[in-house]
């Protein structure tokens, strides 16, 4: 008996629900669509450049949303805007909270740079700043731990890039639910082990170190949000790399067994690889087994890129819960993080106060 069948268990560690939340997940995107239908907001501008900032849950969803943009984009992370911002570039300030300071600061050097500005936020101090610089401002519902409201923080975006013209081609807003509901089919608690792949996959992770593997401008956003998944739900390190980067150096050091007889890679594929990265993951899967080196490939199913990417990371996001349980923690708090925050805060305090 692993636990992850145990409604007892499931109660003690899930105090706060984040397995019902992730059995919403399709409903949260299907209101997150209706969301962006009802925002009417249009850019004033001829837009030849996209920023998205933004940290942590709200930083990914700018990854998804750039993976879809037709012109230049970029993400930040940080507090300071590249130096070739100007009057045609679109700033998108994305923050769960509204109160992000790295954010912020961004959104404020946008302002002043003159460039256009949409805010996304449930609330905060960018809802002031909406009011305050007359900027347009889409509100989403409050009450989700930001990695759990990626639908909220992507699909209002996405709906909103597509009515400008600014997005590639990404499927269906239908399809996208109903491969969704597939993968709750298949992974929620209900659904035996013996049947549930992601409940599967979290007891091969449990007291391993994941290396999640993706491919540049494709499955790299979901390796990335794998990695961050696993270390807030599980509270467990995490890594996770692309090709074909990955083939020119890190696969050297997979071979150390005496160094990482616990780790274990999982592969993502699905159908939007170029030709060559699926190549690089073929010859290297053989090359794995040669070595010893212990893998998981998981490949994307649905009709469309975006399906196929929402439902990675819809997956991957069982999978992290699992293995929380697997571990003993609770999926939703992160004291470390709310811990760090404070104390920066209280640094931050310090210092204007010695100026």
């Not at 949409?118 to 989700?144: F, H, T, V």
């Not at 731990?145 to 807003?173: D, F, H, K």
């Amino acid at each position: 008996m692993n636990g992850l069948d145990s409604q007892k268990e499931l109660k003690t560690l899930d105090s706060l629900g984040m397995l019902q939340t992730l059995d919403m997940f399709a409903s949260q995107c299907r209101d997150a669509i209706q969301l962006g239908g009802e925002f009417g907001w249009t850019s004033m501008i001829d837009v030849d450049r996209i920023v998205v900032c933004g940290m942590g849950g709200s930083a990914m969803a700018g990854e998804i949303v750039c993976r879809f943009l037709r012109p230049p984009s970029e993400v930040v992370r940080g507090y300071h805007l590249p130096s070739h911002i100007d009057h045609r570039t679109l700033i998108i300030a994305v923050s769960y909270s509204g109160n992000t300071v790295e954010t912020l600061s961004c959104l404020e050097q946008g302002i002043n740079e003159g460039a256009a500005s949409l805010i996304i936020s449930s609330g905060g101090r960018m809802e002031e700043i909406s009011k305050d610089k007359g900027i347009a401002w889409l509100k989403i519902p409050s009450g989700y731990q930001p990695r759990a409201a990626t639908g909220y923080l992507v699909l209002p975006l996405l709906v909103i890039l597509c009515r400008l013209g600014l997005l590639t081609e990404i499927g269906s807003w239908e399809n996208l639910l109903q491969q969704l509901d597939r993968v709750k089919g298949r992974c929620a608690f209900s659904v035996p082990t013996v049947e549930n792949p992601a409940k599967q996959l979290a007891l091969t992770l449990r007291s391993r170190i994941p290396l999640v593997y993706g491919t540049i401008g494709n499955t790299d956003l979901v390796a990335m949000r794998w990695k961050t998944q696993i270390n807030e739900n599980a509270k467990q390190p995490a890594f996770w790399n692309t090709f074909p980067e990955l083939s020119h150096n890190e696969i050297v050091a997979l071979t150390r067994a005496d160094l990482l007889s616990n780790q274990h890679i999982v592969l993502l594929a699905n159908d939007y690889d170029l030709p060559e990265n699926h190549l690089c993951r073929e010859v290297m899967k053989p090359l794995f087994e040669k070595n010893g080196v212990s893998f998981t490939e998981v490949s994307a199913e649905g009709e469309g890129v975006l399906a196929q990417i929402f439902a990675q990371i819809y997956f991957g996001d069982y999978v992290s819960t699992y293995l929380a349980f697997l571990n003993g923690v609770d999926p939703t708090p992160v004291a470390l993080i709310e811990e760090f925050k404070t104390a920066l805060e209280r640094r931050v305090s310090q210092l204007e106060g010695e100026r």
